[in-house]
């Protein structure tokens, strides 16, 4: 009776992890979500990055830029992200200390949300707050029954706390795809490449289906 083959070998949770990773971040610097860019300085840590969120049209914190760390677990993509604002933010789901409260990242946490998708929820909910999710209980209530208010103060803070420009860094080989890119698809890529582009909204519960 021969001897059965052993099982062939199994790449460890956090080699997988670093794939997706490197292929995530190759992507936010290339073509970045709406209003998201990448951070001031080169990542260093591919589980611990930075990244610019631009406050989106019509809302109030349109004008501002906000950096936003961004932790990322050994075990993802199966744990979620962690998302923290590094500037005083005024929102329902923005704790005190710059914590974002959204059901993505904690019980409806899917392994096919991406990091560009989870940024995509967060500037999502800087245009439409929900609710029944408060990490700041007295702009939840604020914003419910005193909108005018909520939106005058959450305003105030933008211009205090997140006025100051941010410029993104693109390493050497990124730019030079974008510029190849640039110069087949003419404008395009370099607004892409700068975050600006049409705002589209992505319920935070709609990524977790």
Same mark, same amino acid.
């Given at each position: ?15 997988? %992890? ?6 995530? &971040?190759?992507?936010?610097? /290339? @073509?970045? !979500? =709406? ?82 998708? %989870? ?6 909910? &800087?245009?439409?707050?929900? /609710? @029944?999710? !408060? =990490? ?74």
């Amino acid at each position: 009776m021969s001897a059965r083959a052993p099982p062939p070998p199994t790449m460890p949770e956090c080699d997988w %992890a670093v794939r997706r990773i490197r292929k995530e &971040l190759n992507l936010l610097w /290339l @073509d970045p !979500p =709406a209003f998201c860019r990448p951070g001031p300085a080169p990542v260093t840590d591919l589980f611990h990055w930075e990244v610019v969120i631009d406050g989106p049209d019509g809302s109030p914190y349109a004008g501002g830029t906000f950096p936003v760390d961004v932790a990322i677990p050994k075990k993802y993509p199966m744990k979620p992200l962690k998302i923290t604002f590094k500037t005083k933010v005024y929102h329902p789901n923005i704790g005190p200390e710059g914590r974002m409260a959204l059901d993505i990242f904690g019980e409806w946490w899917s392994p096919a949300i991406t990091i560009s998708t %989870a940024l995509l929820s967060v500037v999502s909910v &800087l245009y439409d707050p929900l /609710l @029944d999710l !408060p =990490a700041r209980r007295d702009a939840a209530l604020q914003y419910r029954h005193q909108r005018g208010l909520f939106e005058q103060k959450a305003r105030r803070w933008t211009h205090r706390y997140a006025s100051a420009p941010v410029a993104s860094f693109c390493p050497a080989a990124a730019r030079k795809e974008l510029l190849e890119e640039a110069a087949t698809t003419g404008a395009v890529a370099r607004r892409r490449f700068c975050g600006v582009g049409k705002w589209r909204f992505f319920g935070a519960r709609l990524l977790a289906i």
